[in-house]
Every structure is written in structure tokens, then in C-alpha cells.
T-cell receptor
Framework: AQSVSQHNHHVILSEAASLELGCNYS??????LFWYVQYPGQHLQLLLK??????LVKGIKGFEAEFIKSKFSFNLRKPSVQWSDTAEYFC?????????????FGQGTELSVKP | DAGITQSPRHKVTETGTPVTLRCHQT?????MYWYRQDPGHGLRLIHY???????DKGEVSDGYSVSRSKTEDFLLTLESATSSQTSVYFC?????????????FGPGTRLTVT
């Protein structure tokens, strides 16, 4: 069965600090990988996605993620966070051969950025 | 927003009462999903639909049923609500081609069962 693990439950950073959120998945086949962001009181928004090709993907708002197949990882990074990045971040996976692309989510990481 | 609306947005109900949540989409997407979001669990799939009258169970389907009689509407029913079903419920649709689907989410329904 597929599973997704996010290493950090709650991360607290000061503005301008660098961010890296860990995500590991468990699945024997080919996967698509996603990061979603949920700002307080809002719905999930797609931050970035990996289907194939260059393992370093860039998303909105200066975020990027790197797919390392040998480590089953898809870590999210941002060089310099802002107060407005305060949100909950979810890593998600679906199997490439899954009809319709239903997702398996990690537990989420709450990011708090101090001004 | 992928044209997804959910209703109601907030609901408080009593244990044992039936509750129906509605997801409506305007762009004729084939695949629709219901998730619940709980602290420490991320989002978990309740039920999903491949098309009209074509539904299947997800990982946390006990106590829930769904119906899809029209492409645009996907209904989630709690037959007899329990306090453990207090949660935020999100509807989603899939966009893309085989092997490269991505999901977009509705605004959510916050359900409290007292």
C-alpha cells in the first residue's frame, strides 16, 4: 500500500530563513508527486507537481522541490521565507497507472514564519 | 478554483441525524473525490467517482455513502452522524490525462457533530 510521511509536524522560522520540508513516500511503482499549501481558513492549493523529466521542479511563490528516486523523497524548499508563507503544507502522491489519480497525503507540516 | 463549490460551508448537527454535503462543479470533469481533513492525519479519501453512477470506496468510507446522478454533482451522506465525523470535508476534481492527473479542491465544509 502507498503511504506518505512528512518528517516535521511544525516548523517555526524567522523571515528570510531558508526552508526545507521533508517528504518520503512508499510505493513500488511509478508515481506522480505533489505539494499543496493550505493558508489559514482556506482550501488546498497546488504548489507544484512532478510527473516526469527534470527532477527539480519549480512552483509558485518561489518554491521548488526535488525528486530523488533512490531515496523515495520529494522535499520542498524555498531559499527565503516570508511571513505570508505561514500555512500548512501537504505532500501527496498518486500512482502513475491509477485511473483518475486519487491521492495519498502526508500528515501535513505546519509552517509558522515570524516577522 | 476549477469551478468547484461546496454546500453548506458550515454545519452543526446532532449525533444520529443524517447529513448530506454537496459538491458542485461547472466544468464537466469526470473524476470527483471526497476527503476529510483531521489534525495529524492530513487528508484521507472517503469515496470517489469515475463518472455518473460510478463510485468506489476510499480508505475511510465506513459511515459514509455517496451518489452521483449528474456529472456536476457529487453528494456525500452521513447516514447517522457521529462525533467522530466532526471534520472538514473537501471535494476535489481531477484534471489531466491518463498518467498525469492533478487534483483541485473545493473550499471545504466544516461539519460539527454534537
Amino acid at each position: 500500500a502507498q503511504s506518505v510521511s512528512q518528517h516535521n509536524h511544525h516548523v517555526i522560522l524567522s523571515e528570510a530563513a531558508s526552508l526545507e520540508l521533508g517528504c518520503n513516500y512508499s510505493y513500488g511503482g511509478t508515481v506522480n508527486l505533489f505539494w499543496y499549501v493550505q493558508y489559514p481558513g482556506q482550501h488546498l492549493q497546488l504548489l507544484l507537481k512532478y510527473f516526469s523529466g527534470d527532477p527539480l521542479v519549480k512552483g509558485i511563490k518561489g518554491f521548488e522541490a526535488e525528486f530523488i528516486k533512490s531515496k523515495f523523497s520529494f522535499n520542498l524548499r524555498k531559499p527565503s521565507v516570508q511571513w505570508s508563507d505561514t500555512a500548512e503544507y501537504f505532500c501527496a502522491v498518486n500512482a502513475r497507472n491509477n485511473q483518475g489519480g486519487k491521492l495519498i497525503f502526508g500528515q501535513g507540516t505546519e509552517l509558522s514564519v515570524k516577522p | 478554483d476549477a469551478g468547484i463549490t461546496q454546500s453548506p460551508r458550515h454545519k452543526v448537527t446532532e449525533t444520529g441525524t443524517p447529513v448530506t454535503l454537496r459538491c458542485h462543479q461547472t466544468e464537466n470533469h469526470r473524476y470527483m473525490y471526497w476527503y476529510r481533513q483531521d489534525p495529524g492525519h492530513g487528508l484521507r479519501l472517503i469515496h470517489y467517482s469515475y463518472g455518473v453512477k460510478d463510485t468506489d470506496k476510499g480508505e475511510v468510507s465506513d459511515g459514509y455513502s455517496v451518489s452521483r446522478s449528474k456529472t456536476e454533482d457529487f453528494l456525500l451522506t452521513l447516514e447517522s452522524a457521529t462525533s467522530s465525523q466532526t471534520s472538514v470535508y473537501f471535494c476535489a476534481i481531477s484534471v489531466g490525462l491518463a498518467g498525469a492527473y492533478e487534483q483541485y479542491f473545493g473550499p471545504g465544509t466544516r461539519l460539527t457533530v454534537t
